[in-house]
């Protein structure tokens, strides 16, 4: 499967050996925010704390921060998603904001990002009602940020480099996490 290029006069583009996907939880990291920002179809953005403030006046909850289960739920649950697709994962690092996976697949990557997205929400809501000793609506429903990043990986030099960011550079201010990641 070969992608065509957006310009009619150039030649078909090779299909990338992999994806790298980022998407935040939903409230970390919103529009106005003081770190940038991208804006969907703009690109990146400088800090605007008035945008800021509207967009958290808009949240219909609190910022979700994934706890320990939560992350391990989200990893595991990419990893079966990716073994029924038959897809290749090369990489997932769930954190408690943010969640990096490095996959081949055969379809878009924002369809891989949305299904990702979707089964992690369903297995991220079973677990939140055997926690919950309260009514079923108590369960969250934003867990995920509205889109994503999506990088096209198109060489092993490329794919190894995305590979290793994920598993040492996501602790690299926290040795002792560092430690921990290789002996993976």
Sequence with gaps: MTRVANRPNEPPV???LAYFLTWSTYGTWLPGDERGWVEYRRGWKLPDP???LEAEARMTEDACVLDAEQRRLV???IRDHCRIRAWELH???CRTNHLHVVVSADRHPDEVR???KAWCTRRLKELERKRSSG????????WWAERGSRRYIN?????EAAILYLRDGQDRHQPEAQA?????
């Design 114 to 116: 949305k299904q990702f």
């Design 50 to 52: 008035i945008r800021k």
């Design 14 to 16: 090779p299909d990338p």
């Design 91 to 93: 990489k997932v690092n």
């Design 75 to 77: 990893e595991k649950t």
């Design 180 to 184: 921990r990641r290789r002996e993976e």
């Design 155 to 159: 060489d092993e030099e490329s794919l």
């Design 135 to 142: 009514p079923v609506e108590a369960v969250r429903e934003n």
